[in-house]
């Protein structure tokens, strides 16, 4: 029973599993935080347009990966929130 429970992709608590990986995500990539924190002082910039363009590029970004047992592994959201970063740096496209 307890299999297939946690099989079941509608259960609840696979929303608290996948907010839990990208907040492990989240810390390996320091890169995307250092991101947020410069938009965040960009003069100029609003929250709403700071977050399109953040937007934009991670589902660019999570379009290109590749699932693992019908998910995502936490090294992929990494590898995703990594390559945000690095195409929304300045100078970057």
């Known amino acids: ?9 509608d259960r609840s608590s696979k929303q608290v599993e996948d907010a839990s990986d990208w907040f492990i995500a989240l810390k ?13 002082a960009e003069p100029g910039l609003s929250d709403a347009e700071a977050i399109e363009q953040v937007k934009g590029i991670l589902w660019e970004s999570a379009r ?3 699932l693992h047992a019908g998910a995502l592994s936490i090294g ?18």
């Open 28 to 40: 390996q990539a320091p890169e995307f935080t250092e991101l947020l924190a410069g938009l965040e």
């Open 64 to 66: 290109r990966a590749s």
């Open 1 to 9: 029973m307890a299999r297939w429970i946690a099989a079941r992709p």
């Open 76 to 93: 992929t959201k990494t590898a995703i929130l990594r390559e945000t970063a690095a195409r929304a740096a300045p100078g970057e496209a």
